[in-house]
């Protein structure tokens, strides 16, 4: 008879009332001390012996990966929440979160290992596992981009391994119950899909809000996207599932094998295109379960997987130049607005450059655990031999396991101003980003809370107010969001 830990039967959880009694305590702790639980029940367990009862296991991990799923997303958003990303205290629960993911990848791992043996009363768990194993990798690839990477260099390993296992067994589109008392199904093909459609949707370009967003689009969108066995007119990505490397553009073609596989958006394009135009109108699908709050992010988010999943994919505009040296940084619209207006107190750090192109500068800098870096944050850059200040946006962020951030920033302006305006509820401080021009369409970074959206806007000075009429929101950053406006001929 086979049993759950064969070299270790007085192990606690080898009693079934034991182990509902601890998956009952870890729903009712809070989703710190959950983490902790279920991470120090998961680490007893360990690989599994020859004779252990694959179907006891299974249940076991289960058991665990439910308990936890809500702590898990109350802990995604109170990470995306905090201001300080890189503190102590939010550096230890990403990586708390982080290793308890890993290790149920692990266990999912040793389990699919043991099937793998060949007794036939248990090929059938194979798809129930796969889904189970590429479903916590997938969220433990949302947690490494949550951070911007390192991105777990087993992950497309461990992912082909699952996928390719349930090939195998022709189990791909067998239809798997996430959990008993719902009807929810999914399949190994559909869930090793949705890992490489999150690769593919260049994650370092959003903020961490988007990144979450992002997974509530990409399910949504789902069944539309394709992986075919051969490359299709709209193909745009390959992956290969015995490779353990992650997808590439077809620019770069793969070596003929069988096992190769071909990504392509299709009709998805369209959707996302009609999505994002309810979004601007104002409408939220509801499918996608958003709150009303995420709707500034989620426009621009749809635009960007577009552009991503397309034909066409993005270019870069001008040619990047290695252009090493000394910036002078400072982050935030209100620091920078305070500097311009003359005050130098505000403080300020020393970047790295690496490299130049006509409108983007390449930055290297150590994180440091009182930034509020993000992707979308406004900064203000002045080289040492530089006479201006230039204001710039960070598009790109990657997180190197020296613990060093590579950004990329977009220049925004060349010659910012600061002013004060007022929509006629409130007085603020702005960043011109364009020449004032009378008749001219200009862009304005404006402070959150914003002032108020269809109101014109009045810049104050020399004891006289210059209208500017209202135009469409840009975009919108942790502290600012950038607006159009044009300049009153009178």
């Known amino acids: 008879m086979l049993k759950l830990f064969p070299s270790n039967p007085e192990h606690p959880l080898a009693d079934l009332r034991e182990l509902q009694r601890a998956v009952t305590e870890i729903g009712a702790h809070t989703p710190d001390d959950a983490l902790r639980e279920a991470t120090g029940w998961l680490e007893t367990v360990g690989a599994p012996d020859e004779g252990s009862d694959p179907t006891a296991l299974l249940r076991l991990l289960v058991s665990f990966d439910e308990a936890m799923q809500p702590h898990a997303r109350a802990l995604a ?8 990303k890189w503190s102590p205290s939010s ?3 990403w990586l708390a979160t982080r290793s308890f993911l890993r290790l149920l990848c692990e266990r999912y791992e040793d389990l699919l290992r043991l099937l793998g043996n060949g007794r036939k009363p248990y090929v059938q768990l194979t798809a129930d596992v796969a889904v189970r194993l590429l479903r916590a990798a997938s969220a433990a690839q949302r947690w490494d981009a949550l951070r911007y990477g390192p991105y777990d260099p087993g992950h497309w390993r461990r992912c082909g391994q699952a996928y390719l296992a349930a090939a195998q067994h022709g189990l791909l589109d067998q239809p798997v119950r996430l959990r008993s008392n719902r009807q929810t199904e999914t399949t190994t093909a559909r869930e090793y899909l949705r890992t490489v459609a999150f690769a593919t949707a260049a994650m370092d370009e959003l903020d961490e809000r988007q990144i979450l967003l992002a997974g509530h689009v990409i399910h949504y969108v789902l069944g539309t996207l394709r992986l075919t066995d051969t490359p299709e007119r709209d193909s745009v990505f390959w992956v290969d599932p015995s490779l353990g490397q992650a ?3 077809m620019a770069r073609p793969p070596q003929a094998s069988p096992t190769v596989r071909y990504f ?4 998805t394009l369209d959707t996302l295109f009609e999505m994002e135009l ?3 109108g104002g409408t939220l699908p509801p499918a996608l379960g958003i709150e009303a709050d995420d709707a500034p992010y989620l426009a621009p988010l749809l635009r960007h997987i577009a552009r991503h999943w397309s034909e066409e994919p993005p270019v870069r505009r001008h040619r990047r130049h290695a252009l090493p040296g000394q910036l002078h940084v400072i982050e ?3 620091p920078l607005a305070e500097l311009l207006s003359g005050n130098a107190s505000a403080p300020m750090s020393q970047w790295e450059q690496r490299d130049a192109s006509l409108h983007g500068i390449g930055l290297t800098l150590p994180v440091d655990e009182r930034s509020r870096l993000r992707v979308g944050a406004l900064l203000g850059l002045h080289s040492h031999d530089g006479t201006r200040w230039l204001a710039g946006i960070v598009r790109r962020m990657q997180h190197l396991s020296d613990n060093t951030l590579h950004i990329g920033v977009e220049v925004m302006s060349w010659h910012p101003m600061a002013a004060h305006a007022d929509d006629g509820a409130q007085h603020v401080r702005v960043l011109l980003l364009d020449p004032l021009q009378r008749d001219a369409t200009i862009r304005l970074a404006v402070p959150l809370p914003g002032v108020r959206p269809g109101a014109p806007l009045f810049l104050l000075g020399q ?5 500017l009429l209202p135009g469409e929101l840009i975009e919108r950053g942790a502290d600012h969001e950038i607006r159009c406006y044009q300049v ?3």
């Open 77 to 84: 958003d109170r990470y995306v929440e905090s201001r300080l």
């Open 91 to 93: 550096t230890a629960r």
């Open 247 to 249: 997808p590439m553009r």
């Open 264 to 267: 392509s958006g299709g009709a």
């Open 278 to 280: 309810l979004v601007r």
């Open 332 to 334: 935030g619209l209100e």
């Open 463 to 467: 004891n006289k107010a210059l209208k």
């Open 488 to 490: 009153a001929t009178s």
